[in-house]
């Protein structure tokens, strides 16, 4: 699922512009699956991009356009993805009524939703499926999405400085449907929640038998282990970075470090505890049956054993190159293998060029 902003062409190449990194990730049909042609990946400064907000533009451009270098890539189209504080999105009941109708009144039931003033945002909508025992046969769910004009201004703008052609902006928590629906079976009435926990937002989204339940964004990230790594130790933030995904620095009391990952891991357990309690409220008490985690702090130490004992439900690192080709000639296998946790938003964001769902 995703939400279109302008016009689709038939091949896209997702760009996923992170605080931490920008990824970008081009996929071709093959066969009756997906094979990955191009894969990259540049980290940024902690302070190019906070908390959703481009500090830097020109850095942030120059780095695009160096990964577009690198990938030698040829096609200029790409979509990308907005999330954040800017983004709303809402699951609301409205009157059954044809699409065209619903195109002609959003505006107006949006404004009820939206805590923006209307006339500062773009509004797209996605009429969903009827729920499991749904009674009300005069009422349809409908997927209501809000994105702040200047957001999407400013992405836009850098992307197009950058030389590429934004053709679909999409939201984080819709990408991260289209990588599970690839990749991972989808069991009627099961409930999987896909927690995508970048540099500086956390993202979580819940999906019932594959379909759209619940979404939230989460100002947290792995900035914050960082940061605190950083300050307690002395350290360059680059060792830092290394230090909570368990690598040896000198200098740091392992002990010491733990007691801290521990704690920052048990903050990003409440927060998520904190959004599945809620999306309970919204659903008749829905138990979550597993999570699957992505982004660059699923690799902090310790932290999907903590999300798993905390939570008591099943957790493994996202794959979403599981059901995608990929050559041993042209990748290497172990750099895919460690770098996949990140690719998730960019895959997610890849499979809008091969036929929107």
């Known amino acids: 699922?995703?939400?279109?902003?302008?016009?689709?062409?038939?091949?896209?190449?997702?760009?996923?512009?992170?605080?931490?990194?920008?990824?970008?990730?081009?996929?071709?049909?093959?066969?009756?699956?997906?094979?990955?042609?191009?894969?990259?990946?540049?980290?940024l400064e902690s302070e190019l991009i906070v908390d959703g907000t481009v500090m830097d533009a020109g850095r942030v451009i120059d780095i695009i356009k160096a990964l577009v270098e690198e990938?030698?890539?040829?096609?200029?189209?790409?979509?990308?993805a907005v999330s954040g504080h800017s983004v709303i999105v809402k699951k609301i009941q409205l009157p059954v009524?044809?699409?065209?109708?619903?195109?002609?009144?959003?505006?107006?039931?949006?404004?009820?939703?939206?805590?923006?003033?209307?006339?500062?945002?773009?509004?797209?909508?996605?009429i969903l499926e009827a729920s499991e025992g749904q009674e009300a046969k005069d009422q349809m769910d409908v997927l209501l999405v809000a994105v702040k004009r200047e957001k999407l201004s400013e992405y836009t703008t850098i992307v197009m400085e950058a030389g590429l052609q934004p053709v679909i902006v999409d939201v984080d928590a819709f990408t991260l449907e289209n990588m599970?629906?690839?990749?991972?079976?989808?069991?009627?009435?099961?409930?999987?929640?896909?927690?995508?926990?970048?540099?500086?937002?956390?993202?979580?989204?819940?999906?019932?038998?594959?379909?759209?339940?619940?979404t939230r964004d989460i100002s947290i990230g792995g900035n914050r282990y960082s940061e605190t790594i950083q300050r307690e130790f002395n350290l360059s933030f680059a060792d830092a970075e290394?230090?909570?995904?368990?690598?040896?620095?000198?200098?740091v009391d392992q002990e010491a470090l733990l007691n801290?990952?521990?704690?920052?891991?048990?903050?990003?357990?409440?927060?998520?505890?904190?959004?599945?309690?809620?999306?309970?409220?919204?659903?008749?008490?829905?138990e979550i049956d597993r999570i699957l985690i992505s982004g660059g702090c699923s690799k902090v130490l310790n932290l999907i054993a903590h999300l798993s004992e905390k939570l008591h439900v099943p957790v493994e690192a996202s794959n979403p190159f599981r059901n995608i080709e990929v050559s041993d000639t042209v990748f290497d296998p172990i750099y895919i293998e460690e770098m996949a946790p990140l690719a998730a938003v960019g895959v997610g964001l890849a499979l809008r060029a091969v036929g929107d769902r």
């Open 71 to 80: 990938q030698a890539l040829k096609t200029k189209d790409v979509v990308f």
């Open 260 to 286: 801290i990952i521990d704690l920052l891991n048990e903050k990003i357990a409440s927060e998520v505890l904190r959004s599945f309690d809620y999306f309970k409220t919204t659903s008749a008490n829905e």
């Open 1 to 43: 699922m995703g939400f279109s902003f302008f016009s689709s062409p038939k091949s896209l190449v997702g760009l996923d512009i992170g605080s931490g990194a920008i990824k970008l990730v081009q996929l071709e049909r093959s066969g009756k699956g997906y094979q990955l042609k191009k894969f990259g990946i540049k980290p």
């Open 97 to 126: 009524m044809s699409e065209q109708e619903l195109e002609e009144s959003i505006k107006w039931e949006a404004e009820q939703y939206i805590p923006f003033d209307i006339n500062d945002v773009n509004i797209d909508f996605n």
């Open 180 to 214: 599970f629906a690839i990749n991972y079976d989808i069991k009627q009435g099961e409930v999987v929640a896909l927690v995508d926990i970048g540099a500086s937002v956390m993202n979580i989204n819940i999906i019932k038998s594959g379909l759209f339940a619940f």
């Open 242 to 251: 290394m230090a909570k995904r368990g690598e040896k620095i000198e200098g």
